[in-house]
Nanobody, 129 residues
């Protein structure tokens, strides 16, 4: 496993969690790093990404204004700060990296899971009172 995701847990609605994605093998500054989530019975969904080459950041509409992606280059870690969590945010969250998207000048497929070539093991986020 080249990416390690952590930080999940149980939180009440309205609460916050910060997920971390780190790697001992990959320089996350030199990759396109995405966060995805998958709830039971649902397709894997792109949540957010950050591109190390051009700095572009984006979020899926349902998390805009609540989630923030950031990076700590000194720790080779990308974070996903999740605030005001809702029950519909409950899922297993994965971080993944993409070589092709790092270099791509086209941004229409930045949330396409098949374009990511390395995946972390996932961390469970449970939102419940």
């Amino acid at each position: 496993v080249q990416l390690q995701a952590s930080g999940g847990g149980l939180v009440e609605p309205g609460g916050s969690l910060r997920l971390s994605c780190t790697s001992a093998e990959i320089n996350l500054e030199e990759t396109h790093l995405g966060w995805f989530r998958q709830a039971p019975g649902k397709k894997r969904e792109g949540v957010s990404y950050i591109n190390g080459r051009d700095g572009r950041i984006n979020y899926t509409d349902s998390v805009k204004g609540r989630f923030t992606i950031s990076e700590d280059k000194s720790k080779n870690t990308v974070y996903l700060q999740m605030n005001n969590l809702k029950p519909e945010d409950e899922a297993v969250y994965y971080c993944a990296s993409s070589t092709i998207l790092y270099y791509s000048p086209v941004h229409t497929q930045d949330f396409t899971p098949d374009l990511y070539d390395r995946w972390g093991q996932g961390t469970q986020v449970t939102v419940s009172s």
